[in-house]
């Protein structure tokens, strides 16, 4: 079970009020992650990554463990402490505007 | 009697403010979407309690809302509303989704557009600036965005498809973004004629399809701005907002960057009509909904300073379609007022006597039950006001 934490406005998308959890079954990176997550809440299709190229949206970061994951690849597999569920992957917004 | 339900989109979020025929007391809701920016709101004719909402940040993207039920409830299409989970099937709330058509039609593998230095840059979808919907069905409705381009859903918003025929025009790579952004901002539908439809680009100009969208020709003949190299030039003018009373679909009214103008000839063919405004730079302008000669501006001091002129908010009616214009003051700020009048925030209402309703940079939201001759505030402190659309029900 992968622990995801979302922003604010994105948890008011997915209509969920706390962390969630995906299901995976193969190697955990962050493309599985992502893609289970869109899986599970298609609403939030296009949000995090571009609907065509799939790239992160530039505004928003990955981070996990206290590592900024945000320029590693998406196939890269994610920190064990992830993978099992003890850390999150923590989906953020980037600090700006008003 | 009948009643007034005013939507309104604004940087952090929407509000529906509504009033019963009379338009002094006023229900306020929202905010719907609290933190976004709602670049623009509007209502199904065919179906009034059918809203459609542009909802997008920097951050994540666009959304597509809809509502059934007048703004009570929202969701995306496709997602019906408390469901977060796909179930085995397809995928659900695709509605977000704008993918620019890369056929043969539109050119291979994407078309470009000038950028800001001159070189060519490809199409890359931003966000819906305008929602129009079909006026005979629900379900359909056309959305204007940001790299400019119409796309159309014909169930209900959940799924969009370009049509490829405007971004492919062949006058596509001289195309450019204005400071807001190269954004389709209006689209006027003709209600005499199903396949003719009207849309303007900032900065491109306006076009006009005859045959559903298949086809479009740029009507921009009579337009002069001297911020282009040929200021007579066929596109590339930074038409800022159309007009159009429904009831006289040939002719259109225009505030240009600079400039108001008129056609009588359905776009092929513009004259200036800015008269004695005090600076004929804006954004809104819109036609009296039974007066088809009585149109209105906000005059703006200027593209570099975009505020209304000597601290006064002032509403601008011409009765003769242009040229002759009056100041409307009461009830508007006339001093110490630095606000700006976005190009789709105003609108008028159908009601025996005409109501006409825009919205400030500043937050408020005005409203004149008698036509222009008297303002009044419905709202005073919301967010900078991107749109203001009226519907005016039973």
């Not at chain 1, 949000?47 to 970061?61: A, G, K, N, W």
């Not at chain 2, 979020?13 to 809701?29: I, N, Y």
């Not at chain 2, 609290?34 to 179906?47: F, L």
């Not at chain 2, 601008?316 to 409307?328: A, D, H, I, K, Q």
């Amino acid at each position: 079970m992968i622990r995801v934490i979302l922003p604010p406005h994105l948890r008011t998308l997915a209509r969920v009020s706390s962390d969630v959890e995906v299901e995976l079954t193969g190697p955990v990176t962050q493309r599985s992650v992502l893609d289970a997550l869109e899986a599970r809440y298609p609403m939030l299709r296009g949000t995090i990554r571009d609907h065509v190229t799939l790239q992160r949206r530039p505004f928003l970061r990955f981070f996990a463990c206290e590592e900024d994951l945000s320029h590693e690849s998406p196939d890269a597999p994610l920190p064990e402490a992830v993978a099992s569920g003890k850390e999150p992957f923590i989906v953020i917004g980037a600090i700006a505007g008003g | 009697m009948s009643n007034v339900r005013v939507l309104v989109g604004t940087r952090k979020g929407a509000f529906v403010l509504t009033a019963d025929g009379k338009r002094e007391k006023w229900d306020v809701s929202g905010p719907h979407f609290a933190g976004w920016e709602i670049y623009h709101v509007k209502g199904s004719p065919a179906d009034p309690n059918r809203l459609y909402a542009s909802q997008s940040s920097g951050w994540f993207g666009q959304i597509i809302q809809r509502s059934d039920d007048g703004g009570k409830t929202w969701h995306q299409p496709g997602t019906p509303p408390g469901e977060a989970t796909a179930p085995a099937g397809p995928p659900k709330a695709v509605s977000n989704k704008f993918v620019y058509d890369a056929s043969a039609e539109s050119g291979k593998p994407l078309t470009t557009h000038q950028w800001y230095d001159g070189t060519q840059h490809p199409w890359e979808f931003k966000r819906v600036w305008h929602l129009e919907p079909s006026l005979s069905d629900p379900d359909t409705v056309y959305a204007g965005v940001e790299d400019a381009a119409l796309f159309r859903s014909t169930d209900g918003g959940q799924n969009w498809k370009e049509l490829p025929g405007l971004r492919g025009h062949g006058t596509g790579p001289k195309w450019q973004p204005g400071a807001g952004g190269m954004c389709l901002h209006t689209i006027i539908l003709d209600p005499s004629d199903p396949q003719r439809m009207f849309i303007a680009i900032s900065a491109a100009g306006t076009f006009r399809t005859d045959d559903g969208g298949k086809t479009w020709k740029p009507i921009n003949r009579g337009l002069r701005s001297q911020y282009i190299p040929d200021p007579n030039a066929e596109v590339g003018h930074c038409v800022h907002h159309v007009a159009m009373n429904p009831k006289r679909p040939g002719v259109l009214f225009m505030q240009k960057h600079w400039d108001v103008m008129r056609s009588d000839d359905a776009g092929d063919n513009w004259k200036e009509v800015s008269g004695n405004l005090p600076t004929d730079f804006g954004f809104v302008i819109d036609v009296h909904a039974h007066e088809p000669e009585t149109i209105y501006v906000v005059p703006i001091k200027s593209d570099g300073e975009h505020f209304v002129p000597d601290g006064k908010l002032r509403v601008f009616r011409s009765r003769t379609g242009g040229n002759e214009w009056e100041p409307l003051t009461k009830g508007l700020p006339q001093r110490d007022c630095y606000v700006n009048v976005l190009r789709d925030a105003m609108a008028v209402d159908s009601l025996d006597k005409c109501g006409v309703y825009f919205g400030t940079s500043g937050g408020q939201v005005y409203v004149s039950a008698d036509a222009g001759d008297s303002w009044a505030p419905i709202v005073r402190d919301l967010p900078a006001v991107l749109s203001v659309e009226v519907q005016t029900l039973g």
